[in-house]
């Protein structure tokens, strides 16, 4: 698949949303907003500390991600340009994505074994995350699913059904924000000839299948979820 030829003004607004909703930048997007609308799940930890551990999420699952890529690019002997800092081409995405899922289950096992009392809901968070990545390395073996799409849905039923355990009216606006980012994004990947509108419906899809399973695992644990011990 390719870009569009014409690259117009629509092109550029697409291109930007692409960059800026990728999925390495979902993680950092969710725990921000339950450092905003639900930060008891961050107990005990104080608002500063909470802050730092939004901060960690952002180097952490971001921005080292990107200068691995950026680096491997540079090894490999490619340029650094939009269709290989989006994947854009199948063969391109597979072993990104199974390094980042591995790595991402690294950082969840370290973030619930070595940092004291680091909330259960989180640690789940995480792994929802990890292995949304992964099963969009396997599925690229055979299929371009959109990355975009699955990291969207999964954060969507995130906050879907966190809003039923903890009622925060604010959960309400950020299910409709984040229904209007997935409109916008998934349309901007469209509209770039990333990806074709079976690949977006179905890795929306399977970020919500993937959400709802790994929190199946903690409506089982409500009266445990604020920390680990």
């Known amino acids: 698949m390719t870009h569009p030829t014409q690259k117009n003004s629509w ?3 697409a291109l930007i949303v692409s960059y800026l909703l990728h999925p390495v930048f979902i993680p950092t997007y969710i725990f921000t907003v339950f450092y905003y609308c639900g930060n008891m799940v961050f107990n005990p930890y104080s608002i500063l500390a909470q802050l730092y551990i939004v901060g960690m999420i952002l180097i952490t699952t971001a921005i080292i991600p990107l200068i691995v ?3 491997n690019l540079l090894l490999m002997g490619k340029k650094i340009g939009n269709r290989e800092l989006l994947m854009d081409s199948n063969k391109d995405r597979i072993v990104p994505f199974f390094y980042a899922g591995i790595y991402y289950c ?3 096992y370290m973030f619930s074994t070595y940092i004291p009392h680091f909330p259960l809901l989180l640690t789940c968070l995480m792994m929802i995350v990890s292995i949304a990545v992964l099963m969009t390395a396997l599925i690229s073996i055979f299929w371009k699913i959109s990355a975009h799409a699955i990291s969207l849905g999964a954060s969507l039923m995130i906050f879907i059904l966190m809003y039923t355990i903890i009622p925060n009216p604010d959960f309400i606006y ?5 229904l209007l980012i997935s409109g916008i994004t998934l349309s901007s990947r469209l509209y770039l000839n990333g990806h074709t509108p079976g690949q977006v419906y179905a890795g929306y899809a399977l970020g919500i299948l993937i959400s709802s399973i790994g929190l199946y695992f903690l409506v089982f644990n409500l009266f445990d979820f604020s920390f680990k011990l």
């Open 106 to 108: 690294a950082l969840t």
């Open 11 to 13: 092109y550029y607004f």
């Open 174 to 178: 950020v299910i409709i924000a984040t």
């Open 69 to 71: 890529l950026g680096i």
